[in-house]
């Protein structure tokens, strides 16, 4: 580095970090404080209350039950998704399908709608009453084909189908590129000791994805303790709060009972346990990477 | 780079409100159902009344979440109405709005030998009121029922029932042609809320809807609650209820009644405008009570009727007094009569449907408050604590989706009621017996 260029690089980097600081550094150390307030959100009026918000949570049972549904929502796309995507990638990197290149494009599209429309489209197809579901199950002789989003028993799949449909195509992305990589040679010396398809899997490609799968669990925590937006839309954490997720209740909290404080100490919450999450898991798969 | 990011930020803000002087009143309203027109006309008669003065209106369906950081700032629109996400009795609380003690004693606006608060309609202003100050005025007069077919009950000779037997017996009759009697807004229970307050009120009278409301300790749970349970839910298990109706939100559930698959739906009296583009030509709309009960202690004619609380003038507003005389100008009889015109809708003033013709389904509302004779009610619970309007939306989606009993319904929401009770942080309200029942 030649002598005063890091006061060039200086000026460029600080208005991003300013942004950076104003915009995401501070609102979260102020939501540590909020967290501690009875904030309502709408003046500037807010007292310390102490760990108050933190005891009212532990004794609220709506909070457990969005904890609850949070972690069905994650536990299930987190087990799901993975095994479709990779299913989707090895059968098309081993060239075990026609026409991949059709269905990799096909299984990635709904990454580029917004999860906004696609909830929307969702709930359009999931309707009772016009959906198409609803109609072909009828086709087909179904006589009373369950009302979807307003059951308690079938809510919440909704929700875990919507959203493992909508998430699968990336994950196969990923692990297609992270298949690649690994050398055809394996492959090739596999194929000459006699080994099946299913063995080839378990013994070469499966060890191989170590480093991209602790990848995918830490997005799928995130993805699966943020659930909002497919919820917020699809049924509003209805019906009677079986899809009701931390995200939404707290959102609701904070902008609907008029509950900052509260909302703010759920939101933290959140944060310590997904973070912690992600911590234990990238500690759990520590392990020797493989070189090759 | 910073200086410009700021200076950019104090131009946008004052771009925005580049309109805004001394002399502009500035009023920010929900836009729904009702659109902005009759909001722009009050505009345009202000503008006439007081030359030199502007108003400046518009509108939004996520008013308030645009508006909040104004209000935080301390620079708020001179008069607002949302409705998306506010809760007013915070605000209230907060400190947010104005009362309007001065703007009540003014003279009406065209009218100046009576006082502005003296054009109500009888009791339209008591939601608005807390602690013996007017801070909220409402907008409109809603009637809430059941809305039937007209063409579909007159073709098939069905008429409204008078009792529980006749309704039960009605539906039967509805369901024996392949018509499901009843749809309902199922991602909403709020709706089927309806037909539950007015059996509340059929059932055990205005004590017991008072005792509700105030929270009166074991009153969620009195049996006659619990009947009024279980009749909601004896509609569901009768087969009453058109099939998947759980998961329609409030325009799917009135778009198939439309299409006359279902004959009847919970509403109010905004149902026709909300559905105004889905009406197919030549389809005629009725509103009529829920029927009375054996032994209950309300009649067949009683409706559910209020008045909202919806108009305010934020606190911190720059031009108090402007937003003030817009509400004068917007809640007169020439702009009420001008919103029946415009939105086929009531305000709650008198005089407002004078020499102004009357939509088929308005009148059904109208006569049904004057067949009432007085005897219309209203519950308060749901503006005043937004924990037990959700509660009781969840026991009702679990007593009609789930089929918990009509006994476990009543103790979820007593146990909700108590735990408002006990939090001292949750501000507490009441009321009293309105006077034509203190007998």
Redesign the interface.
Known sequence: MRKGQWKVIALFIAPAFVMYGVFMVYPYIRAFYIGLTDWHGVSTRMSFVGLKNFSTMLHDPYFWNALKNTVFFTVTNGTIVPIIALFFAVAMSRGLVWGSRFFRITYFFPNLISVVAIAVLWSFVLNPDFGILSNFLRLLGVDNPPPWLGSVKTAPWCIVAVKVWAAVGFYMILYLSALEGIPTDLYDAAKIDGASEWKTFWHVTFPLLGEIMKVTVVFLLLNGFGTFAVVKIMTDGGPNRSTETLATYLYDNAFKFGKFGYATAIAIALFLITFTLALLSIRLQRRETVQY | ??AL?ITSIVYKGRGGMGKLDERTMEGAFFQGGYGMEWLYDAGREFERAHPGYKAYIWGNPRVW?QT?TR??A?NPPDVFWGIH?I?IW??L????VAPLDSLMEAPAYGQEHIKFKDTFLPGALDRGRYEGHQYFLPITFAVLGLWYNVNMFEEHGWKPPKTWEEFLELCDEIKATGIAPLVHQ??Y?SYYGIIFRALLYKIGGYRLLIDLDNLVPGAWERPEVVRAARMCRELVDRGYVL??????THT?AQM?WLQG?AAMVPCGTWLENEMKEAIPPGFRMRIMPLPAVPGGKGSAEAIEASAGADLWVPAQAKHKELGMEFLRILLSKKMAQNFVRKVGDLMPIKGATEGVEIPEALQSALDAVKAAKGETFYMRFMDWY??MQ?GVN??L??LL??GIPPEEFARRIEKIAQRIREDP?IVKYHRELPERWRT
Not at chain 2, 93 to 96: A, D, H, P, V
Not at chain 2, 243 to 248: D, I, R, V
Request: aromatic residues 10%.
């Open positions: 780079m910073a990011y979440d909040r209000f935080l301390g996400n809760n915070v605000n609380q907060e400190g947010l199922g991602r229970p099939e998947g109706s759980s998961a329609f799917e198939v698959k937004e924990e959700d969840n026991a989606a679990a989706y789930e942080t």
